[in-house]
DNA sequence: TGCAGGAGCTATACCGGTTTATCAAACCCA
DNA sequence: TGGGTTTGATAAACCGGTATAGCTCCTGCA
C-alpha cells in the first residue's frame, strides 16, 4: 500500500470515514475505546493527513507566509534575518504550521505577493518586517483580510497585530553610556528615515541630547548598505571639529565605519568610539571587537510566530507584544573620548 | 462576490466546469473562441486558482522545499545562502512555483522533513545543499521517490540530478596564483572533510602540490566556524616555520584569520598572504580587502531550481549541469612572499 | 412506562479544482 | 450518400479530507 487515506483506516478498522476523521482530529463524535483502535490503526499504517485535502475541506494551509523586500545582496550579510526566520520557524513548528520565504525586490512586489497568496489560497498568515512610516502593505493586507503580525513596529490606533522591542530605550542606553564616558560629541549613522524604527532611533537621540550636555549630535540618514556607512563615516571624521563616537544602525554599516577610520588613522578606541546597533558574529570578529547592543532576535522570531497563530484563531483582537529591551554589549571599541589638543 | 470558483465562470460563460477547466489550463477540448470568451470571463472576475484544490486534483502542489541543516548562528553572515536562495526563486517565479524554506540543526532533523513533506503532499520537489561524502540523504530520498536536485555535488553512477561547479579547478586557479607569486608554503584551512566539496578541494591541493614545488601544503580541517578558523590560523602563525600564504574555505574563516595575524603582528600581505573560498562583502569590507574566488551564486540558484522543474516533469532523467568556472578576485590580502631572513 | 436527551456512529454533501467517459454535430473521403 | 473519424463540449467521477444531518441505542427521570 502505497499512502494510506482515512478511508483506508475506515476499512480496517470497521468504521466510518467520519469516525475516524474525528478520532485523528482528537475532537468528540468517537468513543475513547475506538478512538484509540482508530490511532493505533492510522500508526501502524503510518497514515500523514493530505495537506491539499485537509486545506480543501478546513479551508486553512497550515503554512503562513514571510516577503523581505530587500535586495539580496545585501540580506545575506545581516545574521538578523536568519536568527529570524529561526525564530520564527521554532514557533511554527510546535504546530506543525510550514513557512513560505520570498526575497523580492521593492515593496511592489511584495504586495503583489499577498494578493497572489491570499487569491491561491497558500497561506493563513503572514508575517511583516521592517515597517515604514505610512506603510502601504497595511492597508492592503487589511483589504485583502489576511491575518498578519507586524514585526518591529509598534503599530497605532486601527493598527496590526505586533512584536516589538522599544527602539527608543535602546538608544538611549547606549547615548547614556557613551555620556557617561564624557563623549558629548556623538554621530548616529541611520537607516533609511522611512523606515520606522529608524524614526524612533533619531528622536531618542535628539530628545536626548540636551539632557546629556551633547554639543553635536547629528543623525544622518543612509540607505543601510555598507557603501553610505563607510562615506559618511569618512565625511565625519574629515570635519575639523569630528564627533568622538559614532553609533550605527546596523552591525555592517559600523564594520564599514572601523575600516574607513583606521584608513584614515583614527584610532579605535582611542580616538573614536564606534557602537553598532545590532550584533551578530561580524562585530565579534573585528579588531578590536565592537560594543553593540544585543537583541534576542530568535526569539523575537518567535515571538512573531505565536503572535501570528494567535491572530489567525481569533482575527477580532489585536495583540501588541512587547519584547524584552536589547541590552548594550560592551567590548573592545568604546572608551573616554582622547582629551581635547 | 468574493473568490469566484470555476463553476462561477462556467456559469457565467454558460459551459461546464470542465470546460473552464480545459480552456484555464490551455489544452485541447475547447474552440479558440469559446476559450478566448472564457480567459476573458476569467480575467474579468478575476479568478485566481485555489492552490489547494488543484493540487488535489492534479497531484502536484506547485511548490518545492529547500532544508538548510546548520545552526542558525552561522548562517546568517554567509552571503552564499541569501544568494543561492533569490536565485533559486528566480528560477521557479517563471513557472509560478512557491518555495519552502526550512533551516534545523542537522541532517536526522532533515530527513525527517523530507519524509513529512512527501507524505503531507507539501512539495513536489527539494533542492539540497552540502553534501556529504556518504550522503544518507540521497536513499532516503530515493525511497520516497521525492524528485530532488542536489548543489554542488556532481553525482556518480545512480545518484540524483545535479547542478555543480568544478571546486578542483576552482582550487587549481588559487594555488597556481599563489605559486606563481612565489608561494612553497600554502596552508589550507578547509571545511569539514565530511562535505564532498571540501574533500574535492583537499584533493586538488594534495595533487598539485608536487607540481607547483610547494614545500609544504597541509589541509587543516574545522568546523567552518570562525572560532576555528582562528584557531588553526593562530597555531599556523606560531610555527617556527610557518606558511606564507593560507587559503580558507569559507569567507567568515578568512577573516577570522585575518583578524589573528594583525593581532599576531603578522603583516598582510606583506608576511602572509590569504586567500578566501567564497566571495561576499564581507571580504571586501576588510583592511586589506581580501583576495577571494567570485562564484555566480545566484545563477547557482536559479540553474538548481530549473534542474529541478525539469526533474519532476521527467523522472526518469538525471541531468547534470555544470555551471561556470568560478574566478579569482585578486584584492590587497595576496603579494609575494616575505623574502627569507 | 414513556419520552427527552445525549453518546456514538454512519451516510452524505462539500471544498474547487482535474480527468475521463460519453455524446452530438461537423467533417472527410470514397 | 453513407459510414468512420475528428472536434467541441458535457456530465459525472474523483482527489482526500472535513462538516453536518440524522439514525440507533442507551440512560435517566418523571
Same mark, same amino acid.
Given at each position: 500500500?502505497?499512502?494510506?487515506?482515512?478511508?483506508?483506516?475506515?476499512?480496517?478498522?470497521?468504521?466510518?470515514?467520519?469516525?475516524?476523521?474525528? #478520532?485523528?482530529?482528537?475532537?468528540?463524535?468517537?468513543?475513547?475505546?475506538?478512538?484509540?483502535?482508530?490511532?493505533? =490503526?492510522?500508526?501502524? $499504517?503510518?497514515?500523514?493527513?493530505?495537506?491539499?485535502?485537509?486545506?480543501?475541506?478546513?479551508?486553512?494551509?497550515?503554512?503562513?507566509?514571510?516577503?523581505?523586500?530587500?535586495?539580496?545582496?545585501?540580506?545575506?550579510?545581516?545574521?538578523?534575518?536568519?536568527?529570524?526566520?529561526?525564530?520564527? !520557524?521554532?514557533?511554527?513548528?510546535?504546530?506543525? =504550521?510550514?513557512?513560505?520565504?520570498?526575497?523580492?525586490?521593492?515593496?511592489?512586489?511584495? =504586495?503583489?505577493?499577498?494578493?497572489?497568496?491570499?487569491?491561491?489560497?497558500?497561506?493563513?498568515?503572514?508575517?511583516?518586517?521592517?515597517?515604514?512610516?505610512?506603510?502601504?502593505?497595511?492597508?492592503?493586507?487589511?483589504?485583502?483580510?489576511?491575518?498578519?503580525?507586524?514585526?518591529?513596529?509598534?503599530?497605532?490606533?486601527?493598527?496590526?497585530?505586533?512584536?516589538?522591542?522599544?527602539?527608543?530605550? #535602546?538608544?538611549?542606553?547606549?547615548?547614556?553610556?557613551?555620556?557617561?564616558?564624557?563623549?558629548?560629541?556623538?554621530?548616529?549613522?541611520?537607516?533609511?528615515?522611512?523606515? !520606522?524604527?529608524?524614526?524612533?532611533?533619531?528622536?531618542?537621540?535628539?530628545?536626548?541630547?540636551?539632557?546629556?550636555?551633547?554639543?553635536?549630535?547629528?543623525?544622518?540618514?543612509?540607505?543601510?548598505?555598507?557603501?553610505?556607512?563607510?562615506?559618511?563615516?569618512?565625511?565625519?571624521?574629515? !570635519?575639523?571639529?569630528? *564627533?568622538?563616537?559614532?553609533?550605527?544602525?546596523?552591525?555592517? $554599516?559600523?564594520? #564599514?565605519?572601523?575600516?574607513?577610520? $583606521?584608513? $584614515?588613522?583614527?584610532?579605535?578606541?582611542?580616538?573614536?568610539?564606534?557602537?553598532?546597533?545590532?550584533?551578530?558574529?561580524? /562585530? !565579534?570578529?573585528?579588531?578590536? #571587537?565592537?560594543?553593540?547592543?544585543? %537583541?534576542?532576535?530568535?526569539?523575537?522570531?518567535?515571538?512573531?510566530?505565536? +503572535?501570528?497563530?494567535? /491572530?489567525?484563531?481569533? *482575527?477580532?483582537?489585536?495583540?501588541?507584544? %512587547?519584547?524584552?529591551?536589547?541590552?548594550?554589549? +560592551? %567590548?573592545?571599541?568604546?572608551? *573616554?573620548?582622547?582629551?581635547?589638543?
Amino acid at each position: 500500500m502505497v499512502r494510506p487515506t482515512i478511508a483506508d483506516i475506515a476499512n480496517r478498522a470497521g468504521v466510518s470515514k467520519g469516525a475516524v476523521s474525528f #478520532a485523528l482530529n482528537g475532537r468528540p463524535g468517537v468513543s475513547d475505546a475506538t478512538r484509540e483502535r482508530i490511532l493505533r =490503526i492510522a500508526e501502524q $499504517m503510518s497514515w500523514r493527513p493530505h495537506s491539499a485535502a485537509r486545506a480543501l475541506g478546513a479551508s486553512r494551509v497550515d503554512s503562513v507566509g514571510m516577503v523581505i523586500a530587500r535586495p539580496a545582496r545585501t540580506l545575506g550579510v545581516e545574521p538578523f534575518f536568519a536568527h529570524l526566520l529561526s525564530g520564527v !520557524q521554532s514557533g511554527l513548528s510546535a504546530e506543525s =504550521i510550514s513557512l513560505q520565504l520570498l526575497i523580492v525586490e521593492d515593496t511592489a512586489a511584495e =504586495i503583489e505577493v499577498y494578493r497572489r497568496w491570499a487569491s491561491e489560497h497558500r497561506v493563513d498568515g503572514v508575517i511583516l518586517v521592517d515597517l515604514t512610516v505610512k506603510d502601504p502593505r497595511i492597508d492592503e493586507l487589511k483589504a485583502l483580510e489576511l491575518p498578519a503580525v507586524v514585526i518591529g513596529g509598534r503599530g497605532g490606533k486601527g493598527a496590526l497585530p505586533s512584536v516589538w522591542a522599544d527602539d527608543r530605550e #535602546a538608544m538611549l542606553s547606549i547615548v547614556e553610556y557613551l555620556a557617561a564616558l564624557g563623549h558629548r560629541r556623538i554621530a548616529h549613522v541611520a537607516g533609511t528615515p522611512n523606515f !520606522q524604527h529608524t524614526q524612533r532611533r533619531i528622536r531618542a537621540l535628539r530628545d536626548a541630547a540636551p539632557r546629556l550636555g551633547l554639543v553635536d549630535s547629528p543623525s544622518l540618514p543612509t540607505d543601510f548598505s555598507d557603501a553610505e556607512g563607510a562615506a559618511i563615516t569618512r565625511k565625519l571624521l574629515s !570635519q575639523a571639529q569630528r *564627533p568622538t563616537a559614532i553609533v550605527y544602525d546596523s552591525d555592517v $554599516m559600523a564594520v #564599514a565605519g572601523l575600516g574607513v577610520a $583606521m584608513e $584614515m588613522g583614527v584610532s579605535v578606541p582611542g580616538d573614536l568610539s564606534i557602537v553598532a546597533f545590532d550584533d551578530s558574529i561580524l /562585530t !565579534q570578529l573585528m579588531h578590536p #571587537a565592537l560594543t553593540a547592543l544585543s %537583541r534576542d532576535t530568535f526569539d523575537f522570531g518567535r515571538q512573531a510566530a505565536e +503572535v501570528l497563530l494567535e /491572530t489567525i484563531a481569533a *482575527p477580532a483582537q489585536v495583540i501588541n507584544r %512587547r519584547t524584552p529591551d536589547p541590552v548594550l554589549t +560592551v %567590548r573592545e571599541s568604546t572608551a *573616554p573620548p582622547p582629551r581635547p589638543a
